[in-house]
């Protein structure tokens, strides 16, 4: 199983980025897929989670900014982050429950 995440960079404060995570290795359409974010000196922490059936769950922090989907026929995940602010710098995680891993992709908003 691999998952391969993209579309991390640097962007200005209030500006936009879409990550995409796509899993390869298995079916993975009932597994809940999920974003997480690692800040520097940070532990690591959930920021968007989708089950199966779609439904989801958003930190607090990120609530009316961020939006999660799946594509279930290329075993997907997104995070469209808009409005973004200097303490969404991180290193993002993509994840498929219960246990597998995508290597992280840094965002960087600048103020």
């Known amino acids: 199983v691999q998952l391969q995440a993209f579309g991390g960079g640097l962007v200005q404060a209030g500006g936009s980025l879409r990550l995409s995570c796509a899993a390869s290795?298995?079916?993975?359409?009932?597994?809940?897929m999920g974003w997480y974010r690692q800040a520097p000196g940070k532990a690591r922490e959930p920021v968007a989670r989708i089950t199966g059936d779609g439904s989801i769950t958003y930190a607090d922090s990120v609530k009316g900014r961020f939006t999660i989907s799946r594509d279930n026929a290329k075993n997907s995940v997104y995070l469209q982050m808009n409005n973004l602010k200097p303490e969404d710098t991180a290193i993002y995680y993509c994840?498929?429950?219960?246990?597998?891993w995508g290597k992280g992709t840094q965002v960087t908003v600048s103020s």
């Open positions: 994840n498929v429950s219960p246990f597998w």
């Open positions: 290795g298995s079916n993975f359409s009932i597994n809940p």
